[in-house]
Structure formats: structure tokens, C-alpha cells
């Protein structure tokens, strides 16, 4: 029997099957577009962002997926739906590649929702989750962070049922950009893409920096950071900070819900929730897209030349 107040809580060593998606953010970087839209449904091309990190946690084995959802979040659990009217008149036309592709979202995944009343940080948002996910080892993924491919998931998988604790995603950055993240101290192990975690600090100025690596927006957790996050006081910008917690599983054993383990991430990664990635994200996914390429990249050449030589 589990005690929630327990600081000992040991965890299920069993396998990672829960992805917990929280999307219950402001958003004020980007308004007035979130001001009623979450900026987890702005459209990447033709789908919200949301969608491609739910397709990760299922190209990745996770079929039951979490939302950690808020207010004006409404259009989250109406996309991941089924739209009936919708669909009967796509089949009236008989339209059926667009009939899929509205299909396709709410056939994704077992999509289940908690509301957190009031937006107190990342940390507050994952504990939410603690009556979904119970004793057992769960993924976070964040609604508006899109990597490149599901691999970086199945690793950090792969490292939490071989060596137990809690796995973040690193990624290099510069050292004028540390401050815009969780930042790691790290020490190498056996595998050249795992790193043992040392140290965490949220949003470091580059002086405190204990890297340069910065903690994106996956993690593997053990059921041990609930109580933890339940002391865990506001910190950076008054919120509760997941990375708060983390650190104080750096230095637990494996029985105890410890340590943290980093896995290096090399590939691209766009924070949608940034005004500027989020318009690097939409040009790069239309320009792999062979139905969008085509006309894109031209103009794209033709419309950099043209601002190059100062013409209209
Ligand atoms: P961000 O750090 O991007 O914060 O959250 P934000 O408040 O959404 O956005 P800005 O900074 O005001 O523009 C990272 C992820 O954590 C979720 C967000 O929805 C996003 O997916 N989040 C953040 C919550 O679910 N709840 C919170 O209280 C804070």
C-alpha cells in the first residue's frame, strides 16, 4: 500500500506506459494569438502541435496519454474527439482523405484529461497527475516542445528500465541561452549518450551555469517526485518548477526513486510556444512535406533574394 506522504515512495520497476502532456500554460509569449486559443493548437502546417507530441508518445509505446489541461483548453479535447458532423459530411462528399485525417486524432491514443485550476508552473501541472499515473514510472512530454523524432523518447525509455530513477533530455546550448532553461551539471557513464545528473538549476544566469546543457521538454519520472513536488516551494517566476524537484532526486538511490539520468540529444527541437521557432517549425515541417515543397522552396530562395538586394 502507498503512502502519498511517504518521501520513500519505491516505484513499480515495471515499464513506462503513461505519458503525461502538459498544456494547461498562459502562453503570454505568444498573445494575443493565446489569449482563447492554447498555444498547444496552433496549426503546424495543417496540424496543432499538440497532435505531433501525441503521435511521439505513441510511435514511442505510450498509448495512454494525460493532458494536463486549463482554462480556454477546451479545443485540446475537442480536437482529440470524435466530430460527427463533421465526419458525416466529409463521407457525404465522399472526401475520404480529409475524412482521415480528421479520424486520425481522436484514433491516436487512449486520451484522457485533468484541468489544473490554476497555472502555478510545470511542477504544479505534473503533480496533477498523480492520481493517473499512481506507483508506476510515467513520461512527460511538453505540449509545445516538438522534436524531430520519436528516438529520443524510446532512449530515455530504454535508460529508465535499465538503470531506474528519472531520465531528462539534454540538449547543448549557448552560453548567452542557459537562462532560458533547466540547466545540468553531468558526468559521463559507460554509454556515450547517458550522462549521470549532478546538478539541476532552473534558468541559470550564465555564471551559475553548471553546463551548458539544457533540460528540454521530455522526461522519464519516477512516481518518487510527487511527494517531493507536493514540498516543493514556488521558485523561479514564483512557479512550482519540476526542476526544483528533480534535484532532490540527483542524489537518491534507484530503491529510493533516484538519481537522474541525462540523455544527450542531438537532433532539432522547436519550442512552438516561442514566436520565432514556432515560425522556424512551420517553415521547416511545410518544406519536407513533398505536397508543399514544391511550391515553397522557390519562393522562399526567390523571397531572401529579394530581401538581400533591398527590393520589395
Ligand atoms: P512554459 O514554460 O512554456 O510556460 O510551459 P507557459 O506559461 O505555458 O508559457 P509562457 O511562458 O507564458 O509563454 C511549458 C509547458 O508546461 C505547461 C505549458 O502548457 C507548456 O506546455 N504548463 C506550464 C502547464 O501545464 N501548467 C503551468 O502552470 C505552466
Known amino acids: 500500500m502507498s503512502d502519498s506522504t511517504d518521501q520513500k515512495r519505491p516505484s513499480d520497476p515495471g515499464p513506462v506506459t503513461k505519458a503525461v502532456v502538459p498544456a494547461a500554460g498562459l502562453g503570454t509569449r505568444f498573445l494575443p494569438a493565446t489569449k482563447a486559443t492554447p498555444k498547444?493548437?496552433?496549426?503546424?502546417?495543417?496540424?496543432?502541435?499538440?497532435?505531433?507530441?501525441?503521435?511521439?508518445?505513441?510511435?514511442a509505446d505510450l498509448q495512454d496519454v494525460l493532458m494536463i489541461t486549463g482554462r480556454s483548453k477546451r479545443s485540446i479535447e475537442d480536437h482529440f474527439d470524435r466530430a460527427y458532423e463533421l465526419e458525416e459530411a466529409l463521407e457525404a462528399k465522399g472526401d475520404e482523405e480529409r475524412l482521415r485525417s480528421v479520424r486520425e486524432s481522436s484514433?491516436?491514443?487512449?486520451?484522457?484529461?485533468v484541468r489544473q485550476g490554476e497555472p502555478r508552473g510545470l511542477g504544479h501541472a505534473v503533480l496533477c497527475a498523480e492520481a493517473h499515473v499512481g506507483d508506476n514510472p510515467f513520461a512527460v512530454l511538453l505540449g509545445d516542445d516538438l522534436i524531430e523524432s520519436a528516438d529520443l523518447l524510446r532512449r530515455m525509455i530504454?535508460?529508465?528500465e535499465k538503470h531506474g530513477g528519472n531520465v531528462v533530455a539534454l540538449m547543448e546550448v549557448e552560453p548567452e541561452q542557459v537562462s532560458l532553461y533547466g540547466c545540468a551539471g553531468i558526468e559521463?557513464?559507460?554509454?556515450?549518450d547517458v550522462v549521470a545528473v549532478t546538478d539541476l538549476v532552473e534558468k541559470p544566469s550564465p555564471e551559475q551555469a553548471p553546463s551548458r546543457w539544457a533540460i528540454i521538454g521530455r522526461y522519464v519520472c519516477d512516481p518518487a517526485v510527487f511527494p517531493i513536488l507536493r514540498e516543493t516551494p514556488p521558485g523561479r517566476g514564483g512557479e512550482i518548477q519540476l526542476t526544483d524537484a528533480l534535484r532532490e532526486l540527483v542524489?537518491?538511490?534507484?530503491?529510493?526513486?533516484?538519481?537522474?539520468?541525462?540523455?544527450?540529444?542531438?537532433?532539432?527541437?522547436?519550442?512552438?510556444?516561442?514566436?520565432?521557432?514556432y515560425?522556424?517549425?512551420v517553415v521547416d515541417f511545410a518544406c519536407r512535406r513533398p505536397d508543399l515543397a514544391e511550391e515553397l522552396l522557390p519562393w522562399l530562395r526567390d523571397f531572401v533574394d529579394r530581401r538581400e538586394a533591398g527590393r520589395p
Not at 484514433?107 to 484529461?113: E, I, K, P, S, T
Not at 559521463?188 to 556515450?192: I, K
Open 40 to 59: 498547444e493548437m496552433l496549426p503546424i502546417v495543417d496540424k496543432p502541435a499538440i497532435q505531433y507530441v501525441v503521435e511521439e508518445a505513441v510511435a
Open 107 to 113: 484514433d491516436l491514443a487512449q486520451v484522457h484529461y
Open 158 to 160: 530504454e535508460v529508465r
Open 188 to 192: 559521463p557513464t559507460d554509454e556515450d
Open 251 to 277: 542524489r537518491r538511490k534507484p530503491e529510493d526513486g533516484g538519481p537522474v539520468y541525462g540523455v544527450l540529444f542531438r537532433g532539432r527541437r522547436y519550442d512552438t510556444g516561442n514566436k520565432a521557432d
Open 279 to 281: 515560425i522556424r517549425t
